[in-house]
């Protein structure tokens, strides 16, 4: 597609449900990022895929927290038994390489915004 | 550690004027990139401008400019000659060596007609 994608836009859902969250990258794009951003506050770092791996789960918040991507494409962010904290948009990227020192700027999603009720 | 500061809160600025937006970085990365993004109401991250770490010259996009400071860690996002439309909030970010991208907590910024 000609952005990054992101379903639902929206989803409330009720605490101790769990909840998938996807992102479709730009066609092409090797690099996909989750973050996640809370009301009033920056971007928090989740995970970094490279391809179908992941270098970096650094950012992950919890063991409820969890990624995949298949196909070098579309990726998947699952939280398991969601708690209210967990609210917030959770926004995903991608670029062409993973080097961001070239002035590959990122592209985006709209994000996803979750509540947790 | 790396780290992004964004101290200003909230700015206002008349239609027409030019405002400045702080940044200011941490990092022991040699080489590193600093970004500015949008983010208006509607949520979606606009890129803006980009700085590399070893670029001689301050980085230039229209009416955003980037006063890049390598010795004081800062890299100001100037917007010149401001819209209605600038109205956001505006994210300073940094990357280094390890590929994650680092933010500031933003700067909501108004537009005054």
């Known amino acids: 597609g000609a952005g990054v994608s992101q379903s639902p836009s929206n989803k409330v859902t009720e605490k101790g449900k769990d909840v998938e969250l996807r992102c479709d990258p730009i066609s092409g794009h090797t690099a996909l990022y989750w973050y996640r951003q809370s009301l009033g506050q920056g971007l928090e770092f989740l995970i970094y895929?490279?391809?179908?791996?992941?270098?970096?789960k650094s950012g992950l918040p919890s063991d409820r927290f969890s990624a995949e991507r298949t196909g070098g494409s579309v990726s998947t962010l699952t939280i398991q038994r969601t708690q209210q904290e967990d609210s917030a948009v959770y926004l995903c990227?991608?670029?062409?390489?993973?080097?961001?020192?070239?002035?590959?700027?990122?592209?985006f999603g709209s994000g996803t915004r979750l509540t947790v009720v | 550690a790396q780290k992004i500061t964004q101290t200003q809160p909230g700015m206002f600025v008349q239609e027409k004027e030019a405002v400045t937006l702080d940044c200011t970085y941490d990092t022991s990365d040699p080489s590193y990139g600093l970004f500015w993004y949008k983010q208006p109401s509607s949520g979606e991250m606009i890129f803006l401008i980009y700085q590399g770490s070893y670029d001689q010259q301050n980085a230039t996009e229209g009416r955003y400019s980037l006063n890049f400071q390598k010795a004081r860690k800062s890299a100001n996002l100037v917007i010149s000659a401001s819209q209605l439309g600038d109205s956001a909030m505006y994210f300073c970010?940094?990357?280094?060596?390890?590929?994650?991208?680092?933010f500031g907590t933003g700067t909501s910024l108004t537009v005054i007609p």
């Open positions: 990227a991608s670029s062409f390489r993973d080097s961001l020192l070239l002035n590959y700027g990122y592209t």
């Open positions: 895929f490279q391809g179908n791996s992941a270098p970096d």
């Open positions: 970010a940094m990357v280094g060596t390890g590929n994650q991208f680092y």
